[in-house]
């Protein structure tokens, strides 16, 4: 993608995912560490075989299609964990930050912990949050309240540090008004 926009700058490229998009996040900052120079992984999902055991089979049937793995974990172990950012733990070198939540119904803290446990088996160094039952569940840092707009601050100020855009956010306030379209 870089090489079709010419106003990208190739030294400040950052990968930002949430749930299956953070799974893209770790993969890419995991394997592809000289494309980026940090990434946020939000719940991220981190394990496919940890979470097709925890999730019921109407869950494991998207798994199973030609289009996607096109066999079941039984079938093909090895292919479900070369599809798990978990497998890559030891190959961190970029700046990373994960956030999960204790009450998210979809990507289940223990799966994300796992993956916070394999990074730190491999001493890499990172930054991580679990969010004690924040509101929103799944999406805890996606809704419209006060502490998820902080929360995607605290994010921003992640990923300026590693990316220094030429107008970072001084202040909450001035990330939140830039956010929204204000009516004259």
């Known amino acids: 993608m870089v090489e079709n926009y010419a106003i990208v700058d190739e030294t400040r490229v950052g990968i930002v995912g949430w749930s299956h998009g953070g799974m893209i996040s770790l993969m890419n900052i995991l394997r592809y560490p000289k494309k980026y120079n940090v990434a946020f992984a939000g719940v991220p999902v981190s394990d496919l075989a940890n979470r097709l055991e925890s999730h019921d089979a109407s869950y494991t049937a998207y798994f199973t299609p ?82 998820a707009s902080e929360i995607r601050f605290t994010v921003h100020k992640f990923l300026e540090k590693f990316l220094t855009p030429p107008k970072p956010f001084a202040t909450h306030e001035e990330m939140r008004k830039a956010a929204y379209f204000f009516a004259k």
């Open 66 to 147: 030609a289009y996607h793995v096109g066999q079941t974990i039984e079938e093909n172990p090895q292919e479900y964990k070369r599809r798990s950012p978990s497998t890559y733990a030891a190959l961190l070198e970029k700046p990373l930050m994960i956030y999960t939540n204790t009450n998210d119904n979809d990507v289940y803290v223990e799966e994300v912990i796992a993956m916070i446990d394999s990074l730190k088996k491999h001493d890499k160094v990172f930054e991580y949050r679990i969010f004690q039952d924040a509101a929103g569940g799944h999406g805890f840092d996606r809704i419209d309240t006060r502490e």
